[in-house]
């Protein structure tokens, strides 16, 4: 650990707050799991759209040929470490019991050198989960160095979701640039409530085809096929 946590801390936060590239976000994370006492690290997180299809993505410093049989394999199925959305804040230790049903899986990431291990979820404040991961070959994990790390680990996590999402969100779709007009986003809003066009025409005081007229234009700038997604896309996108 840096011997200044305090300026170790501030600078890092000032660097990751200031990313403009997703490359430099993990670049970052590279150089830190260093300073924490890991050789390796990764980071992936979901993107919000579309909905049933969870658009993975993972950066990693982990070695090549892990990485290529983890591909190979398609692991990502069965990996209990993109499991953890399902349970809370609080970091997943690697060990057996983690790796119970996957006992293979774990065998070859001992093998490849990935036998030490911890992961924290995050998410970004519109619910976007990540996971931020530290890996090395040997020296267990202890109680005391896991007590020293879930601090850094949750505020690193959380920070690098939200620049991730931040940028992610930017460059990702034409969507996410939508200008929507003040009645476009009145009338979504309406419709994410369930309402449909007489109800919401009929809250306005304005024509069915009024109504219809704006969420015609809300699907083409949004890139939805209905009016119900193009609600969920907004809300997604954060444009509600």
Not at 70 to 96: C, H
Not at 134 to 152: D, H
Not at 201 to 226: E, G, Q, Y
Request: proline share 3%; aromatic share 10%.
């Amino acid at each position: 650990m840096p011997r200044d946590l305090s300026e170790w801390w501030s600078d890092l936060f000032l660097e990751l707050q200031t990313c403009e590239e997703i490359d430099r976000v993990f670049s970052i994370l590279s150089r830190v799991s260093l300073d924490l006492g890991f050789s390796y690290c990764a980071f992936g997180y979901v993107n919000r759209v579309p909905f049933c299809s969870r658009n993975i993505v993972i950066k990693s410093s982990y070695p090549e040929r892990w990485v290529s049989r983890y591909r190979e394999r398609e692991y990502l199925r069965i990996d209990p470490i993109a499991k953890l959305e399902l349970g809370d804040l609080t970091p997943a230790i690697w060990n057996d019991g983690l790796f119970a049903n996957t006992k293979h899986l774990w065998d070859e990431a001992k093998s490849a050198g990935l036998a030490i291990g911890i992961s924290q979820p995050c998410w970004d404040a519109r619910g976007q989960f990540g996971v931020y991961s530290l890996a090395r070959e040997r020296t267990s994990l202890g109680a005391s160095e896991i007590k020293v790390l879930r601090p850094f680990l949750l505020a690193l996590g959380q920070l690098s979701m939200f620049c991730i999402s931040r940028i992610s969100g930017r460059q990702s779709s034409t969507a996410t640039e939508a200008k929507l007009t003040q009645r476009e986003i009145e009338i979504l809003r309406w419709t994410a409530d369930g309402k449909s066009a007489k109800g919401i025409s009929n809250a306005l005081a304005i024509s069915v085809d009024t109504v219809n007229f704006h969420l015609k234009n809300c699907r083409r700038k949004l890139n939805a096929p209905s009016k119900a997604s193009a609600a969920a896309y907004a809300i997604a996108y954060g444009l509600l």
